[in-house]
């Protein structure tokens, strides 16, 4: 029996998994790194962001909706501070 | 789950009391720093000396092993620790060396005056008495896994102070030392996980009674006994010995040789005699004690060959290690011959030990007074040092084996028990090896005997001096030992209160 | 092949994998990280006793899973021990190696 | 029919194909950061197993400090450039060492699965302990690290002070008593400062949370505590927080707090419950709460004192 919800989580995690998909091609594709950690960090984050919303509906708890939009929240702020990063290392060695 | 009929025997609680003391004094030597450290370790050692007297009493008084499972829990689920014959002898001596090392070091690794804390003094007093307590945890632990973390606090308090001087060859000699130690950690627990997932439990009582001659149980003690001749630094992987003890400072040395790699030894008895006493091991006794002849053979060799007193007498370490390894064919079964060979291997250790610590503080006073140890320039430094030769040649008198000392009823048990048994082909090793020592110990007294003029940089403290004749005079008179000593290490002794 | 099975294979191809590089990398750090790998093997086979062990309502036998956790942080503590040695040895020396013939030199004497 | 065995296969190989590259890799810090990628695979493989507790400890500690601690060597020593390339062994002594790891690998799989069946277990035993001694814990591995095998948790955390008192022993006379060389050398970069200031916050709360669920789920003392240490060492990365001198007596006691309240307390069980190392039944999930979180505070200063290294000269400049 499914229901609307389900099509919900199905729909959006499937588009998160089709995220993630397009996040590697480009990493695995693009030419040098900083192009490939724009493909692998956008990527990510919108993926993993329509994989957690999908999981929400079927989460147990108002609790664990919680911690998955604290988890999305935390790799957004990873990815974010590990490209800037990454990306002055890369600039410095190019120099 | 409460209290069950033994889990405590009386006086097993000074079992956890004699581990708990070392403990404590690390932990107030880290705390408030500075002289703290020196006071709580030359604190503690008389106290934890008295606390193994009094555990060999209990033992003695009793005539059986003292037990005490931690937290009132039995195993398989709790650990237990217990002392038998052996592990009170051993906690003796190690009492007694660790106290010998640390009133031997109080001058060289004082806290110089004007600063609070100083880098080898803070470090020297935390892992000798770390040393210590790893060892207390070894001769009395009873469980493989919670032996698995003493064997780690070894290896972390042992490493260190082999470059406790910083110089690169000394921090070389400390990393191939931890590599080693290393690897022999993980390979032991490697073994442990096997026991476990075939018995399930590391109680080794216990496992005595479960363990099978199956393919898993070979393969775990195999590979725990490669990861315990690893760090005991028997032939072929002893490389990493000499180094670094000849590179520490004399007091570390004498405790790293005279004890940290019987720790490792006493380890392996325990697994073969106490763990699978039940398995026919005729082949792997074989097996260590061809490995151990070799070791007596190579390292007397190599000893001979050396040009520094101190790595001579570090590959004397090597050979006299082959030794203790002959009791593995030597004590096997519950033949008549088997607690003659026993006997003699215990001897063995107690007599090297202390033989070896002497040595080792005796070196270090010699390289102080001189300057060096170079073995060719020692002309007439025994005029100019009487006591410190006399425990350099008294500690040598032992290891070669002469009468009387430790070392002679050690070798001469071990002669007995070869040609009772039958296998007299271990008494060419035996005899080999006692030529070969009296070598190397010629080649120290010779030239010290002989005429020459030595100019002494300093004067070895008469104290320090007496600290190391002490300790040869005990390893002399262990040559005197009576029968009710030999009994008395029996008592728990598997082989000795079973049948075969 | 249940997952114990297999991560048990996993842990013995790791030990195996470990060993070869801890006696064949001539740098300290190589050895230290082939140490490392061979330690999460072990650990993994520690791992399947646990998972096998699975009774009386657990899913798991606690006490090998505890052991692992224990061993974990004594291997972080050994590989810190080990970092700061060949540290300040490369600092101390011109070449970080462990052979010994590279330190043996026959003529000092001289007690530091 | 599931996916599940085809994705633990993948998994294995995985885990497997990126150890042989940590081992194969010709650069060092290849292999480092190879390294690094297996300590985050093999914390699935802990899920896998039903090991939760396992895989936090894993992924914070194998994974994620280990991590650190290599990549700041392998940096370091790249940057030092002494490192030799090496004369590689011979063809023949690879050859011998491949067929011995081969071999110890081999007889290891087999022995693996000859395991005996029904397997030994203690998993009844502690279950039945649970009520008495390991009292109302309902994580049991905090009941078995806590309570059965309390002694070598405490012996652990000793290995934890030796192991600093080793790493600061490898240091020169001169920087004795100073603070270790900071986590990263340039001027503060904001990107990493944000990441701090965002992040720390979270992750004491996540940490203390760890620790404080660790008695009835997974969780602990360990993986609380390295988490903690983890967030300790981005403030220090990020220059918000320097490393601490190593003479100050606030460090040390945080180091030694957590073995010296459970040396204590293990004491004052041979008095309050009749054995060392014994609770009294009705207070012993408070007191092991207790010790906890002073093991709690000995691990987060531990892990990054360690990583941190020896104290250096020119750390005060």
Known sequence: MITLLDLFSIAAISAGAFFFFAGTVGLLRFPDALTRMHALAKADNVGLGLVALGLIPRAESALSALKLIVIWALVLLSAASTTQLIGRALRRGRK | MTAELGTATPGGYLLVLAILLPLAGIILSFTPGGRNAERAALCSTPFGFALACAIAFHVGQGGKPIVYAIGGLPPPLGIALRADGISAVMLIAAAAIVTAAAFYARTKFATPDGIRESR?????????????????????????????????????????????????????????????????????????????????????????????????????????????????????????????????????????????????????????????????????????????SAAVIMGSIVALRQARLKLLIAYSTVAQIGYLFLVFPLAAGAHAWSAIGWSAGLMQVLAHAFAKAAMFFSAGLLAEALGHDQIARLGGAARALPLTFLSIALGGLSLIGLPPSGGFSAKWLMLQASIASGQWLWSLPILAGSLLAAGYVYRILAPALSDGEVSLELRPKRSHEMIALALTAIAIALGFAPQTFFDFLEIGHPVAAGPP | ????????????????????????????????????????????????????????????????????????????????????????????????????????????GDAK | ???????????????????????????????????????????????????????????????????????????????????????????????????????????????????????????????????????????????????YRSFDTMLEKMVLILAVVGVWSVGTDKAWGGAPAPFRRPK??????????????????????????????????????????????????????????????????????????????????????????????????????????????????????????????????
Not at chain 2, 216 to 223: G, H, K, P, Y
Request: proline share 7%.
């Open chain 4, 1 to 147: 029919m599931s996916l599940l065995p085809y994705l633990d296969i993948g998994l294995a190989l995985l885990v497997v194909v990126v150890a042989v590259w940590t081992i194969a890799a010709r650069d060092l810090f290849t292999s480092v950061v190879g390294y690094v990628a297996y300590g985050l695979l093999l914390a699935f493989v802990w899920i896998r197993l039903y090991a939760p507790d396992v895989a936090l400890t894993e992924a914070a500690v194998g994974g994620g400090v280990t991590g650190v601690l290599l990549i700041t060597a392998g940096k370091r020593l790249g940057a030092r450039k002494n490192v030799a390339p090496e004369a590689q062994p011979g063809l023949a002594f690879r050859l011998l060492t491949g067929v011995l790891a081969a071999l110890v690998a081999g007889a290891l799989g087999a022995v693996i699965l000859m395991l005996p069946d029904p397997p030994p277990s203690l998993a009844p035993e502690a279950a039945a302990a649970a009520d008495g001694a390991g009292a109302g814990l309902g994580n049991p591995i905090t009941a078995v690290l806590m309570s």
């Open chain 2, 120 to 292: 080898s003094a803070l470090t020297f007093w935390i892992l000798l008495q770390a040393i210590w307590a790893a060892l207390i945890i070894i001769f009395v632990g009873g469980d493989l896994f919670n032996l698995y973390v003493a064997l780690e606090i070894l290896t972390f308090a042992a490493v260190p102070l082999v470059c406790i001087d910083g110089r690169a060859e000394t921090l070389a000699a400390a990393l191939r030392y931890l590599l080693f130690a290393l690897f022999g950690s993980i390979s032991y627990l490697l073994g442990v996980a096997l026991f476990y997932g075939a018995h399930g439990t590391l109680d080794i009582s216990l496992l005595a009674q479960r363990v099978q001659a199956t393919p898993v149980v070979w393969t775990a003690a195999a590979l725990m006994t490669a990861g315990l001749l690893a760090k005991t630094a028997l032939f072929p992987v002893h490389l990493w010995l000499p180094p670094a003890h000849a590179n520490a400072p004399a007091a570390a040395s004498a405790v790293l040789s005279g004890l940290v790699v019987k720790g490792s030894f006493f380890l392996t008895l325990r697994l073969w005699f106490y763990v699978l006493p039940a398995l026919p091991t005729d082949k792997i006794a074989a097996v260590l004690g061809w490995l151990g």
């Open chain 3, 1 to 108: 092949m249940t997952p114990s099975v297999l991560a048990g294979l996993v842990g013995a191809t790791l030990v195996g994998l470990g060993l070869y590089g801890l006696i064949l990398h001539p740098h300290p750090l190589r050895k230290l990280l082939a140490f490392n790998l061979m330690g999460s093997g072990v650990f993994l086979v520690f791992g399947i006793v646990a998972r096998r062990g699975a009774a009386a309502g657990f899913r798991f036998d606690p006490v090998p899973q505890a052991m692992v956790i224990t061993g974990i942080v004594v291997a972080f503590a050994a590989s810190a021990l080990a970092v700061a040695l060949i540290l300040r040895l490369s600092e101390e020396s011109s070449r970080v190696t462990l052979d010994p013939e590279a330190w043996t030199k026959p003529d000092s």
């Open chain 4, 188 to 317: 503060p970069y904001a990107p990493m400062v944000f990441l701090a200031q965002m992040l720390a916050p979270v992750g004491v709360l996540i940490g203390i949370h760890i620790f404080w669920t660790g008695a009835n789920a997974p969780g602990g003392a360990f993986q609380g505590g390295a988490l903690l240490a983890a967030m300790w060492m981005v403030t220090m990365m990020a220059r918000l927080a320097e490393p601490p001198r190593i003479d100050t007596q606030r460090l040390r006691l945080a180091l030694v707090a957590g073995p010296a309240v459970f040396l204590i307390i293990g004491l004052a069980g041979k008095v309050v419950a009749g054995s060392f190392f014994a609770y009294p039944p009705a207070l012993a999930k408070p007191i092991i709460l207790f010790i906890e979180a002073f093991m709690l505070l000995s691990i987060a200063a531990a892990l990054p004192m360690l990583v941190a290294g020896p104290p250096s000269e020119r750390a005060d400049q």
